[in-house]
């Protein structure tokens, strides 16, 4: 039996990389005073059609009807469900309000590389404040997001652009503001696509491709000005590039848009977001005006990415074994102290050591043998010697011999045991 196509199987080791993920992704949003929401993973399917997610994502979607003849789906993001909630119960925080999010969602789409069915997202959104200062104050955290893993400016960029230019280019096209929504979702596609396919698409909008080549590489959104000094202004300015050609594949969107991408290889995006003003208003008939701002990060590009890069591998596992699974191993040197062996194991866990010991009789040297292998910094040996106990450094084999009851106190006072 293997697992459904891509769905994983996180062992330790696997989950050990997510715990890094998620660990540095939770402090990033700490340091810019975001704290931690989640909802259901499962809603009604209405959610991502009623004017939300829009785009691909809703062909994405994992959709069925339960057993009590609602039509759900697994969620594909977790925007949609973030604005439900602020837009419930917004007048109860101050505003700007901060929030984040790692949670697990689920799309179905084409197994490749970085791209995966069931992923875990991280989101930051920014919402009751419509000004450049809160995109900055977004963009700024993914930046300190994707340095804190190790990557900078040689490896990782934002584009970043402004659906609004794209806007006043379609309204200069005559094209009906109704229909910019699927317009975009060509544009977020054509890097992608057969030129042909592209053409086909774009036939019934009337604009050849070559206009929307030249609107592209004209290059310049004045709408960014604002958001480019800010970062300007925080020494961040070398990590974004102005580029008209990302517009997001998501409906919600309604001003500046941003998607991280790998400077080598080729990999999908790290990260995408953006500004959506009016999604709270449309999921509450209007009874929540709130505008907002955020992206969202996923865990299999990332780990990608600190694959391919020296620097961020390294950090990554000074991490992973930061933390071995045990600090101390009680050697049951004695069958005969077995008792008191587990007397001591109680007292110490209750202390706060990770510690383990064999379950049954087991050859002294194979003992330390375990010991070893799971990362312990002691030995503390058990034997004839009772109520007297040997610890062991395993680092250089130092011992000492003290009385069990002083083994408490050595411990925590002893500087070797730093993990
Ligand atoms: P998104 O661009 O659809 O935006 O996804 C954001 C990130 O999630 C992607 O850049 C990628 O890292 C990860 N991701 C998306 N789909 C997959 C997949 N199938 N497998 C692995 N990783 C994936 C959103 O989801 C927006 N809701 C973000 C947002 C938050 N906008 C405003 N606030």
């Not at 200069?172 to 086909?200: Q, R, Y």
């Not at 580029?243 to 290889?265: K, P, S």
Request: charged share 25%.
């Amino acid at each position: 039996m293997k697992t459904l196509p891509g769905f994983r199987d996180l062992f330790p080791e696997d989950f050990a990389r997510r715990r890094y993920l998620s660990g540095l992704w939770r402090e990033a949003a700490g340091r810019y005073g975001f704290v931690e929401f989640d909802g259901p993973t499962l809603e009604s399917s209405e959610l991502y059609r009623k004017k939300n997610s829009g785009g691909e994502i809703l062909g994405q979607l994992y959709e069925f009807t339960d057993k009590g003849d609602r039509s759900v789906a697994l969620r594909p993001e977790v925007t949609p469900t973030l604005a439900r909630m602020v837009a419930a119960k917004h007048r109860e925080y101050p505003k700007p309000i901060r929030w984040f999010n790692v949670g697990t969602c689920f799309r179905y789409e084409r197994q490749q590389r970085g791209r995966l069915r069931e992923f875990l997202q991280f989101n930051c959104d920014l919402l009751g404040d419509a000004t450049p200062a809160a995109d900055a104050e977004v963009v700024a955290l993914l930046i300190d997001l994707l340095r804190s893993f190790g990557l900078g400016s040689e490896h990782f960029a934002i584009r970043l652009s402004d659906r609004s230019a794209w806007h006043d280019f379609l309204a200069l096209h005559g094209v009906e503001s109704a229909c910019a929504g699927e317009f975009l979702n060509i544009v977020d596609k054509m890097e992608k696509m057969p030129v042909e396919k592209t053409e086909e698409l774009l036939a019934p909008f009337g604009i050849p491709l070559a206009t929307i080549h030249q609107f592209i590489a004209s290059g310049r959104i004045p709408a960014l000005d604002p958001l480019l000094a800010d970062l300007e202004a925080r020494g961040l300015r070398e990590f974004v590039r102005p580029d008209l050609g990302v517009v997001r594949g998501l409906a919600y969107y309604t001003g500046v848009v941003f998607e991280a991408f790998a400077l080598q290889g080729n990999l999908r995006a790290i990260a995408g977001g953006g500004r959506y003003d009016r999604l709270l208003a449309d999921l509450s008939d209007g009874s929540a005006d709130l505008p907002a701002v955020g992206f969202g990060v996923g865990d299999a590009v990332l780990l990608e990415l600190i694959n391919e890069i020296p620097a961020a591998k390294s950090l990554e596992e000074k991490f992973l074994t930061s933390v071995p699974p045990v600090q101390i191993y009680l050697v049951i040197a004695d069958e005969k102290q077995r008792a008191k062996a587990l007397g001591l194991a109680q007292q110490l866990r209750g202390e706060g050591w990770r510690l383990a010991y064999p379950l049954g009789p087991e050859k002294v040297g194979k003992q330390f043998g375990t010991a070893e292998s799971l990362g312990a910094s002691h030995a503390v040996v058990i034997g004839s010697e009772w109520p007297s106990v040997t610890v062991k450094y395993l680092a250089d084999r130092m011992e000492q011999e003290l009385d069990h009851s002083a083994l408490a106190v050595w411990l925590a006072e002893s500087k070797a045991l730093t993990s």
